[in-house]
């Protein structure tokens, strides 16, 4: 079992392990997993000046400026309330799909990333149910909703 925490192989003087590259394959799933949710929402813009003030950071903190690192330190100590506040919704959305279990459909993780299928298997049937409305010459209300 310890064969999974021992060095594969070494760049720059740092010891990477299987571990570590599981590691970094989960950030990079959860990071993109969050790009998407937020791609297409204001969300996207604010996501990407929270990095770019997290990069100016570690510049000013590397150039060894006191007083804006300070002042970034400061900011970047509450980023974790400010994200919570600002991507609100984004989470609400997310958990939810969760809770519902679209996260993993039919045990594959790979139709996760493909949510064209769910829309068109609704159209399909609305498409379906309007031709025999129309065959049996009936009259109907549809009603579409924002959500299941």
Known sequence: MDIIWEPIFTIASYDI???DLIDLALVGY???RLY???K???SINIFFGLIAIYF???IVDLLRMRYITQILGGFISITFIVIVILFQQEIKKYLSQIGKGK???NQKLLKFFNTENDKNLNIDAIIKSC???QKSKTG???VLTLTD
């Open 40 to 42: 297409g929402t204001s």
């Open 30 to 32: 959860l990071l993109f």
């Open 17 to 19: 392990s299987f571990m």
């Open 56 to 58: 100016t950071f570690q």
């Open 140 to 142: 109907a209300i549809i």
């Open 103 to 105: 996260v993993i459909k």
């Open 131 to 133: 031709i025999t409305f």
């Open 36 to 38: 998407r949710l937020a």
